[in-house]
């Protein structure tokens, strides 16, 4: 049997508007064109799509299942058309990831840079949020790909292994803290924090951790980034949280310290998150790859 896109085109577009008329003037075609075209289909078919009624048209039930198959015919065809012209580089493509503070600034920038450099076409757009935050985006399509904290139910979305992320003390050399070389958060809650702004994810987590031990925490002064942070530490303004990743980049070169942090929540798996792998974009899935191993590409 053969048939073309244009044919597939002709009975969708008659089953949407219930009329060989409108349906070739959609096109535009000439109805008796269009006309000819549905018996030629309809032939070789060796059975009616549509049933002929004084008001329009309507699919038969046969006609019904050959419309669900052309429907997804088109759209293939058109993902098709767009994978060819992503390839080609005749248009850019924007992709929208989401991920949690410590995604966003330690992991992940060692991942996309990469990705960025073999896809110059493609442009990312990456937005801040908390774990349930990056879910959110994620089930609503406000983002391709999340990446959040492996703890959270996340039933409705696919989660794939990112990485292992610890949340461990910044001190100034000499600090109490500094002589254990760990602690509990509580212990730290004595002492005054250098923090990130209010509205930064991580942030709104460490208060959220004080509160439930039943003490605010001491906000000395707040910094727009982890190396400001440091910095402040370095010189005795307070004591921070940071992820270990960070922290461990300026232990060699300014007088801070590293204490570990008892608390199960302060060891934390990271993981990626999709809608599923049919929601994925061509360039979406190639980012998957750039991500983890174990995309199926």
Known sequence: MHFDLVDLRLIVAIADTGSLSKAAAAFPVA??????????????????????????????????????RARGVLLEAGRFADTMRDLGGRRRTTLRLAGTTVANSTFLPAALGPFLADYPDVDLQ??????????????????????????????????????????????????????????????????PFVCLPSERAMQRFIEDMAARNGRPLQIRVRAPAFDAIVQLVAQDAGIAMLPE?????????????????????????????????????????????????????
Request: aromatic share 6%; glycine share 10%.
């Open 245 to 297: 990743a960070a922290a461990g980049r300026y232990q060699a070169e300014l007088p801070v310290r590293q204490v570990l942090l008892l608390d199960p929540w302060a060891t934390r798996e990271l993981r990626i998150c999709i809608r599923g792998w049919d929601a994925l974009s061509l360039h979406g899935r190639q980012l998957l790859g750039y991500l983890t191993p174990e995309s199926p590409g």
């Open 126 to 191: 990456i937005i801040e949020r908390n774990s349930a935050g990056v879910l959110q985006a994620v089930q609503g399509g406000d983002a391709e790909i999340g990446v959040l904290d492996g703890n959270m139910a996340t039933s409705a979305v696919l989660t794939l292994p990112f990485r292992h992320d610890r949340l461990v003390l910044a001190v100034p050399d000499g600090h109490p803290l500094a002589q254990a070389g760990q602690a509990r958060f509580r212990d730290a809650l004595d002492y």
């Open 31 to 68: 109805l008796s064109a269009a006309s000819n075209r549905l018996r030629r289909f309809e032939d070789q078919c060796g059975f009616a799509v549509f049933a002929r009624h004084a008001d329009g048209m309507t699919p038969t039930p046969s006609g019904r299942l050959l419309l669900d």
